[in-house]
């Protein structure tokens, strides 16, 4: 008998987005403190960049606004994300009331993973912390 997969549907949030607009603003703040020279082609490097990235950040805005993840995950670590990407759930994840961050792994490469809390229903995000938290007991147990 096989293990059975839960299904998640993530979809971007507020957090997700507000940690974006910081980050976005840290950076085009930052050109506040460049120094001041008269010469314009400084100027003209310096707007150039300034567009850049702002432009940058507009387009990823844009696609966050779309952005959808389908997860499956077992209690014992195993899933697969967007229906092709098999991964395993690695470490121990931090769970907190407003986002949960853990390790996945797939192809060899370790990646990083954080879900806000918004970006769930409260069952499931509730539901996938527990999966977590078991899928590292599960993994504890292997050693």
Same mark, same amino acid.
């Given at each position: ?20 607009? *910081?980050?976005? $603003?840290?950076? !085009?703040?930052? %050109? =506040?403190?460049?120094?001041? @020279?008269?010469?314009? *082609?400084?100027? $003209?490097?310096? !707007?150039?960049? %300034? =567009?850049?990235?702002?432009? @940058?950040?507009?387009? *990823? ?83």
């Amino acid at each position: 008998m096989g293990v059975q997969q839960h299904s998640f549907s993530v979809t971007s949030s507020f957090g997700q987005r507000l940690s974006l607009a *910081v980050l976005a $603003s840290v950076c !085009l703040t930052s %050109f =506040c403190i460049w120094p001041s @020279f008269d010469s314009s *082609v400084y100027h $003209s490097c310096r !707007l150039l960049i %300034f =567009c850049c990235c702002l432009m @940058f950040f507009i387009r *990823v805005f844009w696609r966050l606004k779309y952005w959808r993840c389908q997860v499956l995950l077992s209690a014992e670590g195993h899933g697969v994300l967007n229906q092709q990407q098999r991964f395993i759930v690695t470490g121990k994840p931090i769970v907190t009331p407003f986002a949960v961050m853990f390790y996945v792994e797939y192809d060899g490469k370790v990646t990083r993973v954080v879900v806000w809390a918004d970006m769930l229903n409260d069952t499931n995000y509730r539901h996938l912390c527990r999966l977590l938290l078991q899928s590292y007991q599960f993994q504890r147990k292997l050693i």
